[in-house]
């Protein structure tokens, strides 16, 4: 079984609308963090966010904000009014086990049409 | 300045040739990485190195060999290229070891590998 799912490959939406990224992990740990990545066209990933299992807060960053239900194993990435630059790859990630490597999701392709 | 840049940016090679890719990070960080991404865009970790010191190292073939001369540096030697290593690898660092409180991963731009 995937431990990281990122179920949406591709995304298209037009410019200014909200949109929402899923990520489903699976652990059986109770310390682990969680990532997003972006990977715009230009190829180098980006970090966006880290959170660790303990913080159950959504946090706000600009028009990025994401929302961490460990009811449900979902961190959910949500973009208000897209704009044609946030097109990319968008990567969930958990980290967790004894040596606390990275598992990736498989992305999420978000098209951002003007 | 790049904070973390690896060369050469493309790398086109026949079948069973020796190749290396350079990294170098000027972040101060402790801990290097190497990332495959395949044609699906499929992330996997490679290597892992703290301090010089080898601390991950998933199943690759031992055709590939990292080297960490010191720990701004962590190359990538890969011999006797085959097809299915056609991929981008991706270099990166963080302040901090897996789990540590400052994990934030620092990628390279990556390096086209294509292998014909």
């Known amino acids: 079984a995937q431990k990281v799912t990122q179920a949406q490959t591709e995304i298209s939406v037009v410019e200014k609308e909200d949109v929402t990224l899923d990520c489903v992990y699976e652990?059986?740990?109770?310390?682990?963090?969680l990532f997003w990545y972006k990977q715009p066209p230009s190829g180098e990933l980006v970090f966006l966010i880290r959170?660790?299992?303990?913080d159950e807060q959504n946090e706000i960053s600009g028009r990025y904000s994401w929302n961490f239900q460990k009811s449900t194993s979902s961190f959910n990435f949500t973009i208000t009014a897209s704009q044609v630059v946030d097109s990319a790859v968008y990567f969930c990630?958990?980290?967790?086990?004894?040596?606390?490597?990275?598992?990736w999701g498989a992305g999420t392709k978000l098209i951002i049409k003007p | 300045d790049t904070a973390v840049s690896q060369t050469p940016k493309y790398l086109v090679t026949q079948m069973g040739n020796d190749k290396s890719i350079k990294c170098e990070q000027n972040?101060?960080?402790?801990?290097m990485y190497w990332y495959k991404q395949d044609s699906k865009k499929f992330l996997k970790i490679m290597f892992s190195?703290?301090?010089?010191?080898?601390?991950i190292n998933e199943t690759v073939p031992n055709r590939f060999s990292p080297k960490s001369p010191d720990k701004a540096h962590l190359n990538l030697h890969i011999n006797s290229l085959e097809l299915g290593d056609s991929a981008v690898y991706f270099c990166?660092?963080?302040?901090?070891?897996?789990?540590?409180?400052?994990?934030?991963?620092?990628f390279g731009s990556g390096t086209q590998l294509s292998v014909l």
């Open positions: 190195y703290n301090n010089k010191e080898l601390i």
């Open positions: 959170r660790n299992s303990f």
């Open positions: 652990t059986r740990d109770t310390t682990y963090y």
């Open positions: 990630a958990l980290s967790e086990g004894s040596n606390y490597q990275l598992i």
């Open positions: 990166a660092s963080s302040q901090d070891i897996p789990g540590g409180t400052n994990e934030k991963l620092f």
């Open positions: 972040l101060g960080h402790d801990t």
